[in-house]
């Protein structure tokens, strides 16, 4: 776990990212990693001098596997409270199986049979547990614009594309925004090349073209810290990353 702003720490491993949000005591996940990070959120609180029951909230920034695996756990075993967009809702409740008006534009198996070095994606996520992803059998609802009352206060900012309920969370006082997958520094599937800021591709992606559009609300935010969900934190105004991710291919 490092310790990217005040209260603000990440956890995961190279292809995942999710992290950890402190008010005093109290703390919030910011989306929920794969079931195999467990051992890594235990052993990062304790470095902080906290434990998993001190999370009191996980708030996810869209319902996809790899963003939601610690989430019943920790609903379950420290009584933390789900929060996700209520577009998303209903794909908590089927993991493994996004609902039809959710899917990705293009096909995982068609993608891994031209560029096959991308299965790295799909087999890091069946060795971490992905594809054993419980449902959310609880989760309360949230719309664009609130400011969540859970520790760290992150405020909702709609970013739909990558799936209809995709957020980012803005922290002002941190001048941070966690952007989920809306807007990402390394894209696991295209390799080497994937790194920098874009969005992410079709194949895990609902509409690319509204993905884009969303863009234009990170950019006006007041942050200079992007915490994605894949890659490298990134440093320096967030339009300055949207203005990268506009051209980026995908
Ligand atoms: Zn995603």
């Not at 906290?50 to 009191?56: A, C």
């Not at 809702?89 to 096959?116: F, N, S």
């Amino acid at each position: 776990m490092t310790k990217v702003a005040s209260d603000v720490y990440r956890v995961g491993d190279d292809m995942v990212s999710f992290y950890v949000l402190a008010e005093g005591a109290d703390l919030t996940l910011v989306d929920a990693g794969l079931p195999a990070h467990y051992g890594r959120l235990t052993a990062a609180l304790e470095g902080i001098g906290r434990s998993v029951r001190d999370v009191r909230a996980v708030v996810l920034t869209h319902a996809h596997l790899d963003h939601v695996g610690l989430a019943e756990r920790l609903r379950r075993e420290a009584g933390a409270t789900v929060w996700v967009h209520a577009l998303d809702e209903q794909a908590l409740t089927t993991p493994l199986r996004p609902p039809a008006d959710a899917k990705p534009e293009a096909g995982l198996g068609r993608y891994l049979l031209r560029h096959p070095t991308a299965l790295r994606v799909p087999l890091h996520l069946a060795r971490s547990g992905a594809f054993r992803t419980p449902a959310v059998t609880s989760a309360r609802p949230f719309d664009d614009g609130m400011t969540l009352d859970v520790p760290g206060r992150p405020r909702v900012i709609a970013v739909p594309g990558h799936t209809p309920g995709s957020v980012a969370f803005h922290l002002p006082a941190q001048a941070a925004v966690f952007t989920g997958d809306a807007l990402v520094t390394h894209d696991g599937l295209l390799g080497l090349t994937g790194t920098g800021p874009q969005i992410i591709g079709p194949v895990f992606t609902h509409d690319t073209t509204q993905a884009r559009t969303s863009l234009e609300e990170l950019a006006s935010l007041d942050a200079d810290l992007v915490l994605p969900g894949h890659g490298d934190p990134l440093r320096g105004a967030v339009a300055d990353a949207v203005a990268l991710a506009r051209h980026a291919p995908c």
